[in-house]
């Protein structure tokens, strides 16, 4: 069965820094691979999504995450965090028939501090 | 678009009554998905069709959860009876398949479901 890590649960990084969310999936075909960001009390936006071609993705809000065979992982980025970029961050997998039934990590919390 | 719209937005009942969510997908959309967030599990597929036909329930989580696609503007999750366990958000999501190629689902607002 396919599965997400998302090993940090907490990040606090300062505005205008880079950031960095890990994503580690299993899955025993290609997979197809999403990022959702999630503001208090509000639903999931997709970010980016990888299903096969170029391994670096971007995606909304300046966005972007690599796709590395290799290491099963689907890093996701962003050079300079704004304050509003507060949010959870979810990494998926798409699995099963026509890879739609999404697996999620358990979730990355992120902080900005002014 | 008035994206994927979900009723009620919270809802608290008492343990051993019927819950109802509903979703309105999408318009144009023919996939539909019911998923469950809490604290403990995180985010959980419950059950998702595709041109109003149940394709994977395997994540409902026993009997007591049903849901029906009756038209392809309109679905509804059932949690008779409902436990104080229930308590979670559940999320609505709908895609469009049209075109052959991987989709893209797009979430609703979220119920808020609280069992005492």
């Known amino acids: 069965a396919q599965s997400v890590t998302q090993p940090d649960i907490h990040i606090t990084v300062s505005e205008g820094a880079s950031l960095e969310l890990r994503c580690n999936y299993s899955?025993?075909?290609?997979?197809?691979l999403f990022w959702y960001v999630q503001s208090p009390g509000q639903g999931l936006q997709l970010l980016l999504k990888?299903?096969?071609?170029?391994?670096l993705v971007q995606g909304i809000k300046g966005f972007e995450a690599e796709f590395k065979r290799s290491q099963s992982s689907f890093n996701l980025r962003k050079p300079s965090v704004h304050w509003s970029d507060a949010a959870e961050y979810f990494c998926?997998?798409?699995?099963?028939?026509?890879?739609?039934?999404?697996?999620f990590g358990s979730g990355t919390r992120l902080q900005v501090q002014p | 678009d008035a994206g994927v719209i979900q009723s009620p937005r919270h809802e608290v009942t008492e343990m051993g009554q019927e819950v109802t969510l509903r979703c309105k997908p999408i318009?144009?959309?023919?996939?539909l998905f019911w998923y469950r967030q809490t604290m403990m599990r995180g985010l959980e597929l419950l059950i998702y069709?595709?041109?109003?036909?149940?394709?994977?329930d395997s994540g409902m989580p026993e009997d007591r959860f049903s849901a029906k696609m009756p038209n392809a503007s309109f679905s509804t999750l059932k949690i008779q009876p409902s436990e104080p366990r229930d308590s979670a958000v559940y999320f609505c999501?709908?895609?469009?398949?049209?075109?052959?190629?991987?989709?893209?689902?797009?979430f609703g607002p979220g119920t808020r479901l609280t069992v005492l």
């Open positions: 999501a709908s895609s469009s398949t049209a075109g052959g190629g991987t989709d893209t689902q797009y």
């Open positions: 899955y025993g075909a290609t997979p197809y």
């Open positions: 990888y299903f096969s071609g170029d391994t």
């Open positions: 998926a997998v798409g699995a099963g028939t026509g890879r739609r039934a999404l697996t």
């Open positions: 318009s144009g959309h023919n996939s």
């Open positions: 069709f595709n041109n109003n036909v149940p394709i994977d």
